[in-house]
């Protein structure tokens, strides 16, 4: 009998694990279709040394790329851009989008240091 009560806590457990799973996969499939920029966009953007330009103009400067050893021993990149123009929001979304679509693996951070 009690076999019986473990065995079916275990199935209770694994339904419920498998069932997070499924919805955390969801969001990330999620969000990553949230990153997709659109191609008129992509053309818009131009990368002169370390400034990245929109329309032509200076939008943000790549401050750092650096190589991260995960504990499941994975490399990652890890991509530091500071915004030029802290007013200009609409243009965050856009450049973490286009540096992503240029580096889908990379760790992509924006600040707005001066």
């Keep these: 009998m009690k076999s019986i009560k ?41 990368i002169d040394g370390s400034t990245i330009l929109y329309d032509g103009l200076a939008v943000a400067v790549v401050q750092s790329t650096e190589w991260e050893y995960t504990p ?26 286009y540096v992503h679509y240029k580096h889908p693996s990379a760790k992509v951070e924006v600040n707005f240091d001066k």
């Design 6 to 46: 473990y065995f079916t806590i275990v199935i209770i457990l694994s339904i419920i694990t498998s069932c997070s799973t499924i919805k955390e996969n969801r969001e990330v499939k999620k969000n990553n279709a949230e990153m997709v920029l659109p191609q008129e966009e992509i053309d818009r953007f131009s």
């Design 72 to 97: 499941n021993e994975e490399m990652r990149m890890e991509i530091s851009l500071t915004q030029l123009n802290t007013q200009d929001s609409h243009i965050t979304k856009k450049l973490l989008k």
